[in-house]
């Protein structure tokens, strides 16, 4: 047998993750045991990881395999958000390169691009957390829009808002005039004028 001079560690480690995540590795089976869990904050369905996902997504990693060595029933939830500004926006973009707008569907029919923006993309940021070797239970992955999933979201909300911890205010916004829409601080480029 001969050892390869340098490590090449794609071809492995793909290999083994694909064995842990078919296998069951990630999910949480062990009724009797302390429960420990640790809910992923969301990233945007249409963009990638960055580097600062890549350390909390690390960390988060280490804390649930701890957790599991420790003999707890360790459940890391995985999802992503619909980041419902930053999605609009890349999908307007892109009806603007066919010359196409918004207003020129109904909101039935844009909310239907913008599902096959989430379908066409959504899988990128998934990608790259497997690739980083993070093991959350796939099995129960979750999108901010998913039926059910949405209307928690409205339930929390609401209660927050009844609660005082949410609240309307007249606040500053990023406003794209050809979108007509605000838009994310991330999207902005700024310049002094």
């Known amino acids: 047998m001969t050892i390869d001079k340098t490590f090449d560690p794609a071809a492995i480690e793909a290999k083994w ?16 045991a302390e429960p420990y869990t640790i809910v992923n904050p969301p990233p ?17 990693d280490i804390l649930i395999r701890h957790a599991r060595l420790q003999g707890k ?26 010359q196409q707008k918004r207003t020129d569907f109904t909101r039935d029919e844009f909310i239907a691009k ?3 923006w989430k379908e066409e993309s959504g899988g ?9 070797g993070c ?24 209660e927050l808002y009844n609660q005082g911890l949410l609240y309307r205010d007249k606040r500053l916004v990023n406003w794209d005039p050809g979108l007509k829409t605000a838009i994310s ?6 310049r002094e004028i």
Do not use: C
């Not at 993750?17 to 009797?32: L, M, V």
């Not at 963009?47 to 960390?59: C, E, M, P």
């Not at 093991?135 to 949405?150: A, K, L, Q, V, Y």
């Open 114 to 116: 913008v599902w096959e």
């Open 124 to 132: 990128e940021i998934t990608g790259q957390l497997r690739r980083l």
């Open 73 to 98: 029933d360790a459940l890391w939830v995985v999802g992503t958000d619909h980041a419902g500004i930053a999605t609009q926006m890349v999908v307007e973009r892109q009806l603007n390169a066919r």
């Open 44 to 60: 945007n369905v249409t963009g990638s990881l960055h580097i600062g996902h890549a350390l909390d997504n690390t960390l988060q």
């Open 135 to 158: 093991s959350m239970d796939w099995e129960n992955e979750r999108f901010t829009m998913d039926e059910g999933f949405s209307k928690a979201v409205i339930k929390v909300f609401v």
């Open 185 to 190: 601080d991330l999207e902005v480029e700024t």
């Open 17 to 32: 993750y694909a064995h842990w995540e078919s296998t069951g590795a990630f999910r949480p089976e062990r009724p009797d």
